[in-house]
């Protein structure tokens, strides 16, 4: 069902006298804004799904964009196989090293929706997998580039979190304001709002960055934007360590204490960090992102020199906390109930560290074993709990949110939840009549057998003969159809060759392609309308088809 629709001429008596800038603003150069349209889905085989079906219809060439992480667009040899790929592609771009990465160089090769349609080739709808593709042939990087198109895309697909997330909307620069934004299967769309809006950062990298922070504030580096935010890393890291005294063990070597939102902010009072406050944080952290060079003199000549900003891990951790700091601030603190902190320790083997002796030299331990130890973990969490709270960075400010599912029933119940008021929504019939159907659970067959559908049992005769008298019986009692589905296509076969009279059997083909399927159920009810009242035809499926 569409979002508010307030805004459209349709919704108010006046309609066709309200002016035409209501519903398509003008651009600098006088031509209508027409929005993009952001279709979110919860995984990227979902969007090659999407893109093959729009592959098929009138719309197929519309200029479209898929967005996607790094971890499946980037194609630089150095990062590919970086642990953290994030990290690595911004060194290479801040070219620190004295290396800098070729594919970012090549992305105006292909970043033309003209260019790419026409000259590349990619005239109708494409997956991800073929722009990686292109990509690589061009010498490209294909997630910049994906990027850049979304200046003259039409539909732009990608992952939920990618319009939730408020730090991933900002990385990757999407505006939806003024937009339509579109989310399929959109039952599982208020665990990815939670989780967008959630936060954990360990000690580790607190402590990280405040070293990071220490070292230019000690050079007189940006020193009046870096001493507060080193100020933060203290004031949590001394509140973490004196409460990590007080932990409650919840199970084995595993340990944590939880706050509510408004008692962390009593917490984050007592640190200094306040309404009042915060936003000079905020603006002390968008100082020191911005590059700036000093003229220094170098053998006698003047040259410009870099001012050194922090690391991209320090960046990364920064940037996630202020964010759900953001939430826990907004509005007089309205959120704040919505969220629990806690603490958690656990254990973890990591290397020890190098050690050398009075003359300089490493010492390496006799006893291999010795070079891991166990060591405690401390992570401090923000747990989000209503995935309003990511919603509300949504409401109100797009053009409109359609939400599609099979199962957003009821709907007053997750209109609450999202804190969002539907004024349109459709909520159409089964395809089957409630005399069709009867919801049961069935622990056993008519031998009494347990059915237990794991791995090891359905290999054996015992499960099989079982499953296969159930269907027998149901078969001899249900007249005409039945759809039968199992948990896998080895199952499935299992079956049809033990029903007797397989000619009224229809079994499905492994991973049956989008013509195939159809064809398989036109037969299922021709076989149906031809066999006499008392015949039962059944189709097998399984749930991985």
Known sequence: PPGNCSRCCCSTKQGNSQDSSNTAKKDHGGKSKIPKIYFGTRTHKQIAQITRELRRTAYSG???TILSSRDHTCVHPEVVGNFNRNEKCMELLDGK????????????KISDQHVLQTLQGMCKAWDIEEFVSLGKKLKACPYYTARELMQDADIIFCPYNYLLDAQIRESMDISLKEQVVILDEAHNIEDCARESASYS??????????????????????KKDHEPLRAVCYSLINWLEANSEHLVERGYESSCKVWSGSEMLLNLYKMGITTATFPILQGHFSAILQKEEKVSSVHGKEEAIEVPIISASTQIMLKGLFMVLDYLFRQNSRFADDYKVAIQQTYSWINQTDTSDKNGFLVLPKNKKRLREKTAVHVLNFWCLNPAVAFSDINGKVWTIVLTSGTLSPMKSFSSELGVTFT???????????????????????????LCATFQHTETFE?????GALVLSVCQTVSQGILCFLPSYKVKEYLFFLLPLKDHVALSPQAAGELQFPKLHILFYLFIKMLPDCSTTVLLESLKD
Not at 97 to 108: A, D, E, I, L
Not at 202 to 215: G, I, K, N, P, Y
């Open 201 to 222: 950062v360990t000690e580790v990298q607190l402590r990280f960055a405040r070293d990071e922070l220490d070292s230019l504030v000690n050079n007189n580096i940006r």
């Open 424 to 450: 349109i929504q459709l909520e159409a019939n089964h395809v089957i009549n409630n005399s069709q159907v009867w919801v049961g659970t069935i622990g056993s067959g008519p031998k009494g057998r347990n």
């Open 463 to 467: 499960f099989q003969d079982e499953v």
């Open 62 to 64: 519309v200029p479209m």
């Open 97 to 108: 090293n004295g290396k800098s990465c070729y594919f970012y160089h090549g992305v105006h």
